[in-house]
C-alpha cells in the first residue's frame, strides 16, 4: 500500500470513530424503550407500545451495524498503521478466520471504501428511524 492509500484509510478510521458516537445515541434509544415497555407497558397506548417496540427492535440491528462499523474501523486502523501490510494479507486472514470466502482476485480499495461507507450510511438511517419512532412514541403517550 502506498502513503495516498494509508491516508484513506486513516481518514475513514476516523470517520468511523466519529460517526461511533451515533451508534451510542442508538444503544441509548433502544435501552430506554426496552425499559419503558418492561416498567410500563400495561399504561401505554398500542401506538406507543409499537413504537417503543420498534425502537427496541431496530435496536438489534442498529446493535449489527455498530459492530460490524467498529470491526471495519479497526481494519482500517491496521491498514493505515501497517499492521496489516496489504490488501491480499487481509482477505488471506478474514478467509483464515471464516468471515469471508477467500477471494478469487484482490478487491479494491475504493470498493472496501465504499461498502464501508455504505454501510455507515444504512446505520444512520436505522438510528434516524429509532429516532423518529421513539419520538412517535412519546409524542402519542398520555402524560399524565
Known sequence: MNDNERAHC??????????H???????ALSVIAAAVLA????????????????VAVLGVLERYFAFRLRFDQ????SLAAGTLPSLRALDGALAAL????APESERALADRIG???????????VIACQSAMFLLAVMTEDLR
Open 115 to 125: 461498502g464501508t461507507r455504505q454501510l455507515m450510511q444504512r446505520h444512520l438511517i
Open 74 to 77: 479497526r481494519l482500517f486502523e
Open 10 to 19: 486513516a481518514t475513514l478510521a476516523a470517520l468511523l470513530r466519529a460517526e
Open 21 to 27: 458516537l451515533a451508534g451510542w445515541w442508538g444503544f
Open 98 to 101: 471464516g468471515l469471508r470466502a
Open 39 to 54: 416498567l410500563t407497558v400495561r399504561a401505554l397506548s398500542m401506538t406507543a407500545t409499537m413504537g417503543f417496540g420498534a
